[in-house]
């Protein structure tokens, strides 16, 4: 355990250049209760015949303690999305501390800017610890629902908002980052469409600032800026391209921008000096977080068809519209297959420090927190996108209990609509070794207390195990009849565990006031209920119109948490 800590650590220890990270000695004091900053604002609201400026106080953290923060969010999501230098926010921070009552200081983007970061450290400080209660489920929502839990930082969240400038008319690159900002935290507290608009008018402002060009296809004033300044506008690019991938994927709804508008080059500290470079984290880390998510939007927007066909030629093969009562077809199953088979290829063509693999014990190998998180998206990817397949299977023994839809190869034939067994059982167990592979990480993140609890990102991740892991449980069980299916789709002691490991995980962000993990868990026991109520018709042969599904009401909730 001490030798992973040490290793979850280092990175942060090399990284850091203690001559900037803390300031030191200092004519002015850094050990305070906080700072108080006055302005004359106009605070966001809609367009009102008048607007007059009132003063508004605005209280932050001390600088100690913001510096924490700084870290904390640069040690969470600093190696995928870039949004601020590292040496120049600090510089910053010191600045208004120094001189509060500075112009600068008191500047409105400025505070927008900083409250965002502040909110998203405090968001990020808190860290899920195993000796918390994992079972109760339900008591969250009590408690939410009464209005006792809020999420960390959510104060200077919403100081952050009321000074946002909505549609900035002349935006600049501390706008975007804001943006950017603004819509992680919205993630956190479930607004999945405010996320989502942050990032699309994030999105419109870089390219109206030509971000997503070469500074050297047309002259203009980025042509001459300096190389740290150009490689923090172009990392900022991809991080506002990144995300957008992000939402979405996440929500289904067209990209914001095609790849074949995009000219800038990809994050590359080469041509930086040593200086300049402790502005930065590893551009090939961050590259190759950028290639995965793009692979994952590709695959998403390709199969579930929501993408349009500019960025899809073959979006008519997709399930867009497709009934999954009805069987599969091969070109779908062709399509799951090629989506699978990339993000396998991806991983295997990771360079061997970012590669997680198992040693002869079954234990992790080359495993921190910049590779636990990668892996997360990674493993994610691959259930969301063999999940049709195993929904399709499952729908059809439901639907026609009396026809092997899931056919040996050899008893297939042209007039019955089947999916052939080896087929399905690649994508099954492509789907439980990703699932166990989730509870494995996420349980060893929680361990190195390096978990977020109101993260919308892991509490998603378990969600996404959850689901995997109760229809493979539900498919094993309903081909009871042939030894030979139950063969071929096992659910042993190791998949019981980890479904156990990744509820524990969902039901403990929940009842910590994790709004997304509420959801989550809510309908993680909607889906178990209905699946065994489905297997119990199946195994009693009980018409399915009988079948009594979706009762998870309010009310059988409320009983549920008095008596669990």
Not at 79 to 105: C, E, G, N, T, V
Not at 188 to 214: E, F, K, P, Q
Not at 327 to 332: G, K, V
Request: proline residues 5%.
């Amino acid at each position: 355990m001490a030798e992973q800590r040490s290793e979850l650590l280092k990175r942060d220890d090399v990284s850091f250049n203690p001559s900037w990270a803390s300031l030191g000695p200092s004519s002015f004091d850094l050990v305070d209760s906080g700072l108080e900053i006055s302005i004359d604002t106009v605070l966001s609201r809609p367009t009102l015949p008048s607007r007059t400026s009132k003063p508004v106080k605005i209280r932050l953290p001390p600088y100690n303690h913001s510096t924490y923060l700084i870290q904390v969010l640069e040690t969470a999501i600093g190696d995928q999305q870039h949004y601020f230098r590292r040496r120049d926010i600090r510089a910053k921070l010191a600045r208004m501390h120094q001189s509060p009552d500075s112009a600068q200081s008191k500047d409105q983007g400025w505070l927008c800017h900083w409250l965002s970061i502040v909110a998203l450290g405090e968001l990020y400080s808190v860290n899920m610890q195993s000796q918390l209660d994992p079972h109760n489920s339900l008591a969250s929502e009590k408690a939410v629902g009464a209005g006792v839990h809020e999420s960390p930082g959510m104060e200077y969240y919403q100081q952050s908002v009321s000074l946002l400038q909505q549609v900035a008319e002349n935006p600049d690159i501390q706008y975007i980052e804001t943006l950017c900002l603004l819509a992680l935290y919205a993630f956190s507290i479930n607004r999945i469409n405010t996320a989502y608009m942050y990032v699309g008018v994030c999105m419109r402002a870089a390219l109206s600032l030509d971000l997503h060009r070469h500074p050297q296809d047309f002259p203009s004033e980025r042509s001459t800026l300096p190389a740290v300044e150009l490689e923090h506008q172009k990392r900022l690019f991809w991080t506002v391209y990144y995300q957008d991938l992000l939402a979405t994927s996440t929500t289904g709804r067209p990209w914001g921008v095609l790849d074949d508008e995009i000219t800038v080059d990809y994050a590359d500290s080469s041509r930086l000096s040593a200086e300049e470079m402790l502005e930065f984290f590893d551009d090939q880390e961050s590259n190759i977080h950028l290639e995965l998510m793009r692979l994952r939007s590709q695959a998403y927007s390709s199969l579930y068809g929501y993408a349009g066909t500019a960025i899809n030629p073959y979006s008519n093969i997709s399930l867009f519209d497709f009934n999954l009562g009805d069987c599969l077809t091969q070109q779908h199953l062709d399509k799951i297959h090629e989506f699978n088979r990339a993000l396998n290829t991806w991983e295997a063509d990771l360079p061997t420090a970012m590669r997680i693999a198992r040693s002869w014990d079954g234990s992790m190998m080359n495993i921190n927190r910049i590779n636990a998180n990668m892996y997360l998206i990674y493993h994610q990817s691959i259930l969301v996108i063999v999940r049709p397949a195993l929904f399709n299977a499952y729908n059809l023994l439901c639907n026609s209990q009396s026809i092997p839809v899931i056919s040996h190869e050899a008893n297939r034939t042209k007039a019955q609509p089947s999916i052939p067994a080896h087929v399905l059982q690649v994508f099954f167990m492509s789907s439980m070794s990703s699932a166990r592979e989730t509870a494995s990480i996420l349980q060893w993140l929680r361990d190195q207390g390096c978990l977020p609890t109101y993260s919308y990102f892991v509490a998603s991740f378990s969600f996404t195990a959850t689901i995997a892991l109760y229809v493979a449980r539900a498919l094993h069980f309903a081909v009871f009849h042939d030894p030979y299916l139950m063969s071929l789709f096992p659910f042993e002691q190791n998949d019981h565990a980890a479904l156990e490991t990744v509820v524990q995980l969902l039901n403990q962000q929940a009842s910590a006031g994790n709004l997304p993990a509420i959801e989550f868990a809510r309908l993680s026991r909607l889906l178990d209920n209905n699946l065994q109520a489905l297997q119990s018709a199946i195994h009693t042969a009980v018409n399915f119109g009988d079948v009594d599904l979706n009762f998870l009401t309010p009310e059988i909730l409320l009983s549920e948490g008095d008596n669990g």
